[in-house]
């Protein structure tokens, strides 16, 4: 039995969602707040699922060709300047730096919010000839934007992200590695985080400040809010000609790059609470787990019970080479306390075992997500923990998409369009003339946005759901993150 | 034999030791520089060896109970002035933010040149009890210190590390984790990076701003130059009571808690160069090479030897779990040239397989570090390889051993301490009182500082040499970076 206190101290999902937030975010110990307004500290057990992240993504990446690199954190404002839709975009939002040491700097430096314009400074030298392309450059780093609301792993001051950017020799090439590296999210998303996304594109309202293009993966959250968690950029050749990033063909003459970009950010570690969580705290997909497993001995004063504690811990972690990350909570609290703090930390699997256990040659395995207690012979507990984790991966995944599917509506007039705002929550599909005036018009009335136009498109109906003229795209609106 | 053009294109150690090591970074394509001024471009070659650095020293950290974190980039000036010493060390050569997006902020930020300050800020609510007691935090991040001189990977003003932060109960732990940690530094250059290190204290001059002892590796360069390799640092109680960190003992009672940090840089990559190098360019001890062996097909236009080439990389990427790092340099260049590209890169193992060679069954390796050609049968070039990674590793590290042995000097009086600095270079060790000015004199006089007091002391003389009363302490000194 999972202990009271622990538990009433977050507030329910059902009651106030972002209070649930906040509460898991503190209470599993992921986060704190800092003197430094709008920033946070990352804290073990947060930071820990970050580097599994990066570890998996970083895989991924290098398997279609990706190279690390690492830029500098300041560009020089002349440098921010040179593509005028980026900078008006980014300008007012970022940090300057403007004094060295003790002396005002010449020129003023921000901080990074993003690096196209460095890597174009660094590609206008390092490329020249066709044979120096593709370049596929990526980028694990922080970045700066000064936001004025702010709110754990969503939006901060100061996050961490990949930022991949791509130099090709066509225009082909580029719109292949952009869509290449929306699908290397969108699996990603799915297979590791138990996260089904919509993939699509970006409207112009809606697109990368200097794109030609902007892709997007859309996530649905427990409350019904999108979330976007990956996008990819195919900027064309508008940031060469800027820069003037050229490169000598087969054929002597001089071309300009094609230049993508795409990153994913912290924020999926809000995507990763926000569709799995519950009640009694964070529920980790096992692949994201930083402790998979968890051993709590009963009656740990018991002879024999510590020991048997340890060498389940041992078994299971060297099972086939699996590495699985095991913990023995050896502490001295009550195995109900501990019970309640695996919880809420979001531990996939824990492993009760006690004296009664022992003596009938079995524990009890726990699910974190359904909480289903299954016994289990001693003998093969190994096995049965990594089918275990195996089967919530992909039910967690199943879980997720059905949610989706189920909070995902079709509105066919701008009646029912406004009723499913009103009265529900989640996505909503329906047809879109292309003018940005439609989605303003949808904007000022209901607050939502248009999350993407989806690749898979469906013809629910002739007419733009607010305008009443033709339609030419189905589009996937929602309330945002 | 290696292609001329490539190899000229460096300056040789003998003739400009600076500007050799300034042509193996940019031929070696480890580094480029940027718009912004002391800033660099860590391109693939040079941030993979990073990426190794940090894969493995990050594995020997969490072997120790290290967690990671993540703090902010930003320091508001009234918390990097609360410890007296701190500040007056770093604010000359901090980058100050003074604008978020288009406001001017209320306060200053400036951007991290250390982050003791914000640990202390975030210690102060985390540590409560005895039982929140050790913190051993770390995290890998990117510094800022506005240095007017820079050098690729040795100086620059933003640069890679990762500064670990402790907090403890007792001063005897806190020693006890600042020693730990040196050693975990000192094992990984002599086990990774085939560097060994003299371990020592840092003189009251030399030491961190703000702490009570400063631990030290140093190594020396092959130019004889000595380079600072990571520090350690004990910081006693004084951020704690400048922070007003304090936890409740078993006896309810309020202590000040006792801290340590300790750091490490891409400076380290300076180092590996430094030390290894040669005339032809990189030379990589195989544990941080990012292409641990180039199979380079000869006559690759006839038949089968492409293929063969292949197998032989997947026979070798595959040998029990290996995992050794292979490639095939199967472009259209010359072998020459491949050979060169091979050397400047510094790939330990090079396997030349040829039409010749597959009919007798055979190939070549070729070391990397001292140029041996090894006649090896087809059949066990795995074994043969990895065998060769593992004696280059060892003998590498031992070669290192040797020069620097060879280039330690004794002094005894001042005489031979100046006709040493004059005539050699090297480490010099001598005896000190324990004062300053004898430091300030020295500097003065030969431009060479105290490196540390080493931990194995020897007694080579009664008296100082520069001042002539009695002697303290044994000191290394030399010439830095």
């Excluded at 904007?443 to 136009?453: F, G």
């Amino acid at each position: 039995m999972a202990d009271k206190k622990l538990v009433e101290a977050i507030t329910s999902m059902e009651e106030d969602f972002a209070q649930w937030y906040t509460d898991v975010v503190k209470k599993a110990e992921l986060i704190d707040y800092t003197s430094v307004k709008g920033c946070m500290v990352f804290k073990p057990a947060g930071y820990a699922i970050w580097e599994l992240i990066q570890k998996q993504l970083d895989e991924r990446f290098k398997e279609t060709g990706v190279e690390n690199v690492y830029l500098p954190m300041f560009i020089p404002e002349s440098l921010l300047e040179k593509e005028k839709d980026h900078v008006e975009g980014f300008a007012p939002e970022v940090a300057w730096v403007t004094h060295g040491g003790l002396q005002p700097l010449q020129e003023r430096l921000c901080v990074r919010p993003t690096s196209e314009t460095l890597f174009c400074d660094f590609y206008k030298n390092d490329v020249q000839s066709y044979r120096d392309l593709p370049k596929v450059y990526n980028q694990w780093c922080s970045v700066v934007r000064w936001e004025k609301e702010t709110r754990p792993f969503l939006r901060s001051r100061e996050f961490l992200w990949q930022e991949g950017h791509t130099a090709h020799a066509t225009a082909e090439e580029a719109e292949e590695r952009t869509i290449q590296m929306l699908n290397v999210y969108a699996k990603f998303c799915e297979e590791v985080l138990a996260i089904p996304v919509i993939k699509g594109q970006k409207t112009d309202k809606e697109k990368f400040a200097g794109a030609e293009a902007t892709y997007t993966i859309e996530a649905l959250m427990h409350d019904g809010k999108a979330l976007q968690s990956g996008t990819s950029h195919n900027f064309g050749d508008g940031f060469a000609k800027a820069f003037g990033i050229q490169y000598t063909d087969r054929d002597n003459k001089l071309q300009y790059v094609h230049q993508t970009s795409w990153g994913m950010t912290t924020r999926l570690i809000g995507a990763v609470i926000m569709v799995h969580g519950d009640d009694s705290g964070l529920v980790l997909p096992p692949l994201v787990a930083p402790t998979q497993v968890m051993v709590v001995p009963i009656q740990q004063k018991k002879e024999g019970v510590l020991d048997k504690a340890y060498e389940l811990k041992e078994r299971i972690s060297k099972y086939e080479g699996s590495r699985m990350r095991v913990k023995v909570d050896d502490s001295d609290k009550s195995p109900g306390w501990k019970f309640s703090e695996c919880e809420m930390r979001g531990i996939p699997v824990r492993v009760e075992i006690g004296p009664k256990d022992m003596a009938e040659g079995k524990c009890v395995l726990v699910r974190r997500d359904t909480r289903e207690k299954i016994s289990c012979t001693l003998d093969n507990v190994e096995e049965e923990v990594a089918k275990l984790l195996r089967t919530m991966q992909a039910e967690m995944l199943e879980r997720a998409r059905n949610h989706r599917d189920e909070h995902t509506y079709v509105a066919k007039t701008m009646e029912e369009f406004e009723k499913l705002f009103t009265e529900k929550a989640g996505f909503v599909k329906a047809m879109w003339c292309g003018n940005q005036e439609c989605e303003d018009i949808i904007k000022e009335k209901l607050s939502v946005t248009s999350r993407c136009m989806p690749f898979e498109q469906d013809k629910l109906a002739d007419t733009c759901v607010c305008c009443g003229k033709p339609a030419a795209k189905m589009v996937y609106w929602g309330k945002a993150y």
